[in-house]
């Protein structure tokens, strides 16, 4: 079967690109790295993609608030394309900052605020599917996830978990140690349709076992790996 066509969106300050680009090729995709302005003055770009992402990092370098600058982009430059992108039942994924970038575009319910502990933090967790999860990204997932987070904003908040998770968007959640006080525990969330997923840590650092820090130990095999949420993006975007 022929790859899937993807695009990544990248802008100013974002690093996490072409760790996704890595794990997408793995998954079976046909990915392509495209910076917001781009993406802007040629549309296409996301016409021709069947799976986005947006990726992660520090866009504008946070500046006036993590991923408000590359939301003002993508609001204010392609105006409903990503809205439309979706209706059409074409999975986006937001990654750490493309998570601010999509709560603030408002494709997904909640917002992300600093850390509770009020500093930036990296380290590796470990995340649970929710089990009422409607998000076609964690279809599959029984096992829980070992990836790395790095953030200083996120924290997630949300004034009513308990009708999310009835709903089926509470996609993931810290099975370790919440680690920036996140409502509910929660470490990613679902639109209504289930085909757009916004999460904090960042699964495309872990897609080979080797890359955990106890693969020499038994931890973090390949049972484990973040690679599973891009597989199954990649999935149900063949379908399409």
């Known amino acids: 079967m022929s790859r899937v066509p993807a695009v990544i969106i990248a802008g ?4 996490r690109d ?13 990915a392509r790295i495209v910076r917001a302005n781009q993406l802007v003055e040629s549309p296409r770009f996301l016409d021709g993609a069947r799976l986005a992402v947006v990726a992660g990092g520090f866009s504008y370098a946070d500046s006036l608030g993590a991923g408000r600058m590359m939301a003002l982009d993508l ?20 990654i750490c900052n493309g998570f ?7 494709l997904i319910p909640g917002a992300l605020g600093h850390n509770a502990q009020g500093a930036f933090d990296c380290r590796w967790v470990v995340l649970d ?7 076609i990204w964690t279809k599959g997932s029984e096992d829980p996830i070992h990836c790395p987070i790095a953030h200083g904003e996120g924290r997630y908040v949300h004034p009513d978990p ?11 959640r810290y099975r370790s140690t919440n680690p920036n006080g996140s409502v509910d525990d929660i470490a990613g969330v679902s639109d209504p349709t289930g085909l757009v997923l916004g999460l904090m840590p960042h699964p495309e650092n872990h897609i080979v076992a080797r890359q955990h820090p106890h693969h020499r130990r038994g931890g973090g ?14 999935a149900h975007a063949k379908q399409l």
Do not use: C, Y
């Open 18 to 30: 072409h760790d996704v680009a890595a794990a997408l090729e793995l998954a079976g995709a046909d």
């Open 100 to 106: 601010q970038v999509l709560s603030r575009t408002s």
């Open 221 to 234: 095999g390949q049972q484990h790996l973040g690679l599973r949420i891009f597989e199954a993006g990649v």
């Open 162 to 172: 308990a009708s999310l998770d009835a709903a089926g968007q509470v996609a993931l």
């Open 12 to 15: 100013p300050g974002t690093n």
């Open 129 to 135: 599917r929710a089990p009422k999860s409607n998000s």
């Open 75 to 94: 609001t204010l430059g392609l105006g409903d394309r990503l809205h439309e992108f979706v209706a059409k039942g074409r999975p986006l994924l937001g």
